[in-house]
């Protein structure tokens, strides 16, 4: 009677263990997209500049436009031949077929969307995924009564110089008025103190 | 024969098996760490990505600037010539390509301040957020259009049209003065030099006050 309670205590803890065991493996979800690219060599990627197409070059036969715009302005006007991938479900199943797909047949998937700014984030986050054949078309989209505009355009090109800017207004307004402005140009830092010194100036005749 | 010795591998048997977890609970721990799994899920990064959450407009900036608030970090992630010829005031200076030295770690992965990340256009600065996005760091944010933008809404904003809304005149005059506030003269400012003189004035009221007082006491 001693050694059956024995051996049914042992078979209980043993399936018990066992259940626990089971429970742990299928409850581990393994994450579904997993980074092939560390922050690094994304960085350094993303340093080398070396990722940009331009409108002239996109007849190459390897190269696969694909849009990242929603559906309805994809729809509205988009480029030739191109493919419809909304940004937001770039990893969904289907979509990331799409580029392994095209990864294994040595083509090129050339994203892009209103602006390379749209654009930027997606491929990032692709390239760091492992789709290392991927490039960006850096054009500009808009719409001129409902037919599409495709622009080259320059990534972050700075369109002004400020400092010149800055002092080209001050150059201008010093025009109009007395001498003392000029000094003020020269210290374009300092303003407020100078404007300190003619206040009382002017209160005290 | 064969039999004794099983036999006598079988009296081992737990000793064994003990072993080998032993060895292999070791080599678990010795395991290097699997860098390129460092970071956020890809599927949080991607919600994150499409979210215009990071952005922040110039006139924000702007405002937050000229009342100083000190909770605002600025960063300039374009290389040092760029950086040196115009930057925003009080920015700091992490070209694109140091963001992950461990020098400037502390400006990136911290709490205490709002980090704002401005480059030409918003696509470096973006490059930068999507990369410490993905390293979990928090309170950073994107200058919406860098400093393009920052020209032609704040440096050199455009005059509404007449018939604009009075939205439009209110902002206009907003930018107006923070533009002002950060070195542009206008021609006007000197011949009334009153809206002038009240701006920049804002920084020094005290100097201001005891200059004042003294010129009246000589009357």
């Not at chain 1, 803890?13 to 066992?18: E, G, K, N, R, V």
């Not at chain 1, 800017?165 to 150059?171: L, R």
């Not at chain 2, 100083?68 to 200076?93: C, F, G, H, M």
Request: net charge positive.
């Amino acid at each position: 009677m001693k050694e059956l309670e024995k051996t049914k205590r042992i078979s209980i803890a043993s399936t018990l263990f066992i259940l626990i065991i089971l429970i742990a493996v299928l409850s581990y979800k393994r994450p579904k997209h997993l980074y092939k690219a560390n922050s690094k060599i994304t960085l350094e990627k993303m340093i080398s500049n070396d990722y940009f197409v331009s409108l002239d070059e996109i007849n190459n036969p390897d190269y696969v436009l694909i849009d990242v715009r929603s559906q309805f302005e994809f729809e509205k006007g988009h480029l030739e031949n191109a493919l419809n991938i909304y940004a937001p479900e770039i990893l969904s199943d289907d979509n990331t077929a799409v580029f392994e797909e095209l990864k294994e047949k040595n083509k090129t998937a050339i994203l892009y969307g209103k602006n390379p700014n749209d654009v930027n984030a997606p491929f990032m986050l692709l390239y760091q995924l492992g789709y290392d054949n991927l490039k960006i078309l850096t054009v500009e989209n808009s719409y001129n009564e409902n037919k599409l505009i495709t622009k080259n355009t320059e990534i972050e090109k700075s369109v002004a110089d400020v400092n010149a800017f800055i002092a080209e207004s001050i150059k201008k307004a010093s025009i109009n008025s007395d001498k003392e402005v000029v000094v003020k140009k020269v210290v374009k830092k300092v303003i407020t103190v100078k404007k300190k010194k003619k206040a009382p100036a002017e209160g005290g005749c | 024969m064969v039999k004794k010795k099983t036999a006598k591998f079988l009296a081992f048997r737990y000793k064994i098996l003990a072993l080998i977890f032993v060895i292999l609970a070791g080599g678990l721990v010795l395991l290097p760490k699997y860098e390129k799994h460092e970071g956020i899920k890809s599927e949080e990064l991607l919600s994150n990505i499409i979210s215009p959450e990071r952005y922040i407009s110039t006139d924000k900036l702007a405002h937050k600037l000229i009342n100083q608030d000190p909770s605002y970090l600025l960063i300039d992630v374009r290389d040092e010539e760029s950086y040196t010829k115009y930057t925003l005031p009080n920015a700091v200076n992490i070209p694109l390509a140091k963001l992950l030295d461990e020098d400037f770690e502390m400006f990136l992965n911290q709490k205490q301040y709002n980090v704002v990340l401005f480059s030409n256009d918003n696509f470096y600065a973006d490059q930068a957020w999507v990369l410490c996005n993905r390293l979990g760091y928090k309170n950073l944010n994107v200058l919406k259009g860098g400093i393009n933008q920052w020209y032609k809404t704040i440096i050199n904003p455009e005059k509404p049209l007449e018939n604009m809304p009075a939205e439009a005149f209110e902002l206009y005059t907003f930018r107006k003065a923070a533009s002002m506030y950060f070195g542009v003269a206008y021609p006007e400012q000197y011949k009334t030099a009153t809206v002038a003189k009240k701006e920049p004035a804002k920084k020094v009221i005290t100097v201001k006050k005891k200059k004042k007082a003294p010129a009246e006491g000589g009357c």
